[in-house]
């Protein structure tokens, strides 16, 4: 009886630790519904509707909290508007910047933008092997040695700072840092989170 009982707790043990080897689905993250009527949520996501622009997946996923969305729209506009650096070297610095995190998403979405902010094929593509690529300007390179130190040590060594505070303005360098800073932090989110990819229609 007691070979029986033992052999039973042995089973059951076996078959508890077998379920818990199963991998767990996780599933998706909810996302806030395109016409949600939030007070927050609703003139951000119609503004964005009304220009065809949106929103991402990124938004509605982040819109699960209306005030951190808010905060997060905010600071993303301020790095878009009114800035004295080209938004191209700006989004050179995004693209840079998700690849080197991992940030598939962020990336995809900023391939298209970059490319319209006049970008080149040759230039997106070229990035993982940047340094001996000839499709950048002087600026260009720049900025990719910045954020490569930058992402490399979470600081950025003397010689490289001090040649971009030759080049860029305070203003230039400030948008150029917060930017990649910004994105870091989304690429962060969105592959904890799982933001899923857009549906291609």
Known sequence: MKKLIGFAGVSLMLC??????????????PMIDRDSNDPIVKPMFDAMKAKGAGPLN???TIANAPE??????AFASALRQNAESPRAERELAIL????????????????????SCGLTEQQV???PDWKNKTVYNDRQRLILQY????????????????RVRQVFSPKEIVELTMTSAFY??????????????????
């Open 184 to 201: 870091t932090a989304v690429v962060q989110f969105s592959r904890a989170v799982r933001v899923e990819p857009e549906k291609i229609e």
């Open 125 to 127: 593509d070229g990035l």
């Open 68 to 73: 951190v969305y808010k905060g997060f729209a």
């Open 16 to 29: 508890v630790v077998g379920a818990l080897a199963e991998p767990v689905a996780v599933g998706t993250f």
């Open 147 to 162: 954020i490569d130190s930058m992402l490399a040590n979470g600081t950025v060594d003397d010689p490289t700072l001090l």
């Open 58 to 60: 990124i938004h509605r």
């Open 96 to 115: 840079r910047t998700t690849q080197l995190k991992g940030g598939d998403y962020e990336f995809a979405q900023h391939r298209r933008i970059g490319l």
